[in-house]
């Protein structure tokens, strides 16, 4: 099993639909989390960490469940800007980075 | 301008020819790491570092060498290149440690092609 597990995709939705993404870890130990954005062939760039209260950022949202080791990303109103690889990240234990394959997203006019 | 620079960007090599990729921050962060990226398996962290002279292995250190003498620099060495090391690779450094939620500034990657 991979310690941290994300459905590849892809997504296609049209412009303005909301799209939610989910990823499971392995690690009971782990300690934060957070979600980055690939653009084709581009470095990640963070897109906003995941706290345990769930966190908003416009028309983004992360949700946090530490018993059922899952985190989620929420994304209303989709842009075709929106268009891109969403990676789930999680601190594996320790200093360790564990990332997850990435959610590939398609958003359509 | 903040950032994280890697050089080079692209590299063809052949089977066992040792080669350096440099990585370089301006940030003054003290953990920096090595990433691969290949298709269906997302980034896998090859080497970490917490600060000078403090390096570890992440889940792909097999085939790849680190040092951190300076805080700046954090070059990846591959004595022997494979082609099942051809990737691409990406540098990040962080202020601090991921566990306390600092975010990874990462490099523009380095695509590494070994015939």
């Known amino acids: 099993r991979k310690e941290v597990e994300q459905d590849p995709g892809p997504f296609n939705v049209p412009e303005g639909a909301t799209v939610a993404f989910n990823c499971t870890y392995s690690n009971s130990a782990s300690q934060s989390f957070f979600w980055y954005r690939q653009d084709c062939r581009k470095e990640p760039k963070l897109l906003m960490s995941v706290y345990s209260s769930g966190n908003e950022d416009g028309r983004f949202t992360a949700q946090l469940n530490r018993a059922s080791q899952y985190i989620s990303l929420l994304i209303r109103d989709s842009k075709l800007s929106d268009s891109a690889t969403y990676l789930c990240?999680?601190?594996?234990?320790?200093?360790?980075?564990?990332f997850g394959a990435g959610t590939r997203l398609f958003v359509k006019a | 301008e903040a950032q994280v620079t890697q050089n080079p960007r692209y590299l063809i090599t052949v089977t066992g020819k040792k080669l350096t990729v440099t990585c370089s921050q301006n940030?003054?962060?003290?953990?920096m790491s090595w990433y691969r990226q290949d298709p269906g398996l997302g980034l896998r962290q090859i080497y970490y570092s917490m600060n000078v002279e403090v390096t570890d292995k992440g889940d792909v250190p097999e085939g790849y060498k680190v040092s951190r003498k300076e805080k700046r620099n954090f070059p990846l060495i591959l004595e022997s290149p494979s082609p099942n090391q051809t990737s691409l690779y990406f540098c990040?450094?962080?202020?601090?440690?991921?566990?306390?939620?600092?975010?990874?500034?990462f490099g523009p990657g380095t695509r590494l092609t070994v015939l």
């Open positions: 990040a450094s962080s202020p601090l440690a991921l566990s306390s939620y600092n975010e990874q500034f």
């Open positions: 940030m003054n962060h003290e953990y």
């Open positions: 990240v999680v601190n594996g234990g320790g200093f360790k980075t564990i």
